[in-house]
């Protein structure tokens, strides 16, 4: 059973893409079952999976507005605003996240390339970043996690002698 089998025409929904929203439209026999028209005036095809008409998504990105929980998602403000060389370089590289109406930061790679060159165009720098790195672990850090598993090895030994 799919997420929105049971959807209905006027359901409240969220969108990862392009933030609040109501189904406008409901197509029993298609694949693209549900319209969806969002606050900015967007309207998008969406399957029966959450999963939208356009894009490189595989993914759900469409919710029922009460069922989604929005705090592991990245709304942090920009800090930096890049020039256009170093977003042709990010981009380049992959390592390039835009801002979707939304508010949410996504890979360039998941949005539509056609939203990306019309920010572009548009000369909205602001909407660009670079990819948020995980920070690594300190030597400090892996040697603690090294001491750890070698004292837990050996007291499993100690417990199989004891045994024996």
Do not use: C
Not at 79 to 108: H, Q, Y
Request: aromatic fraction near 12%; glycine fraction near 6%.
């Amino acid at each position: 059973m799919a997420y929105f089998d049971n959807a209905k025409v006027g359901d409240k929904v969220y969108g990862f893409v392009f933030g609040k929203g109501k189904i406008i439209d409901i197509f029993p026999d298609s694949f693209y079952s549900l319209m969806v028209e969002f606050k900015n005036g967007y309207e998008v095809p969406y399957n029966a999976d959450g999963i939208p008409g356009w894009g490189n998504f595989k993914k759900q990105t469409l919710f029922y507005k009460d069922d989604i929980d929005l705090k592991s998602k990245d709304f942090s403000p920009i800090t930096d605003v890049l020039t256009f060389e170093k977003i042709i370089k990010l981009r380049e590289n992959g390592d390039l996240e835009v801002r979707v109406p939304s508010g949410i930061w996504k890979s360039i790679k998941k949005v539509d390339n056609d939203y990306v060159e019309e920010m572009l165009e548009k000369e909205n720098l602001h909407l660009f970043r670079e990819k948020k790195r995980k920070p690594k672990k300190s030597k400090n850090q892996k040697k603690k996690k090294d001491k750890v598993k070698v004292s837990q090895e050996k007291k499993k030994k100690k417990k199989s002698k004891k045994e024996k």
